[in-house]
């Protein structure tokens, strides 16, 4: 079944520090992983598009790896500041006849002073 | 470079009546997807259109139907309202088919009382 799981389901850190966000996908056959930023209520933005090939993607204070034979994939926050509070969802591309995203149901980081 | 945009941004109806909503892609982009996000929920996915033709459709009932126009701008209507169907819908646009990135609009939030 194809299935995109994340991990915590929500988190309460402390600004400056860093953490580490799960995503363990089913997926299959795979094309790629990507991770989005979902402020509240707002439309979700991309931070990183990983391939097969790829193991480690970053962008700025975020950094994806990628683990194509687990099909494991986690986000790290780098020194976490107040506007990273958001939803942080795992998408993965299945690339059949069908072309289907299959979205994680995300996880929401709160990040307090 | 205009992202993509989407109207209105608010919404407010009463069951049974029926919804137009609608998203401008990015310049250049000819792929258009719908997704649902009802509160406190992932990303669902609705609909999806290139080149003025429906390519994939998510698991919802008919009575959530689009189009896709020339110029690529695309249109959402929801018949026979139920108020299950409040949530926030979500645009996205991507260069073409399979794989691209796709980058979202801001939303619309629908309200069903």
């Known amino acids: 079944?194809?299935?995109?799981?994340?991990?915590?389901?929500?988190?309460?850190?402390?600004?400056?520090?860093n953490c580490t966000l799960q995503c363990n996908y089913t997926v299959s056959p795979f094309s790629n992983l990507r991770w989005y930023k979902q402020d509240t209520g707002r439309g979700p933005v991309s931070l990183t598009i990983m391939t097969f090939s790829e193991n480690t993607k970053s962008?700025?204070?975020?950094?994806a790896t990628l683990d194509a034979d687990t099909k494991q994939s986690s986000l790290h926050i780098t020194a976490s500041q107040?506007?990273?509070?958001?939803?942080?969802?795992?998408?993965?591309?299945?690339?059949?006849?069908?072309?289907?995203?299959?979205?994680g149901s995300g996880t929401r980081l709160l990040v307090r002073p | 470079e205009a992202?993509?945009?989407?109207?209105?941004?608010?919404?407010?109806?009463?069951?049974?009546?029926?919804?137009?909503?609608r998203c401008s892609p990015i310049s250049g982009h000819t792929?258009?997807?719908w997704y649902q996000q009802a509160l406190g929920l992932g990303?669902?996915?609705?609909?999806?259109?290139?080149?003025?033709?429906?390519?994939?459709?998510g698991n919802f009932p008919p009575r959530f139907s689009g189009r896709q126009f020339p110029n690529y701008s695309s249109e959402l209507n929801v018949n026979a309202l139920e108020l299950e169907d409040s949530a926030l819908y979500l645009c996205a646009s991507s260069l073409g088919i399979?794989?691209?990135?796709?980058?979202?609009?801001?939303?619309?939030?629908?309200?069903?009382?």
């Open chain 2, 3 to 21: 992202g993509v945009t989407q109207s209105p941004t608010h919404l407010i109806k009463t069951r049974g009546q029926q919804v137009t909503l």
């Open chain 1, 82 to 103: 107040l506007s990273d509070s958001a939803s942080y969802i795992c998408v993965v591309l299945r690339m059949d006849s069908s072309y289907k995203l299959i979205f």
């Open chain 2, 31 to 33: 792929s258009v997807y």
């Open chain 1, 1 to 17: 079944k194809n299935q995109v799981e994340q991990s915590p389901q929500s988190l309460i850190i402390l600004e400056g520090k």
């Open chain 2, 98 to 113: 399979a794989g691209t990135e796709q980058f979202f609009g801001p939303g619309t939030r629908l309200t069903v009382l």
């Open chain 2, 43 to 57: 990303l669902q996915f609705l609909l999806w259109y290139d080149e003025g033709e429906e390519r994939n459709r």
């Open chain 1, 59 to 63: 962008n700025g204070r975020y950094t």
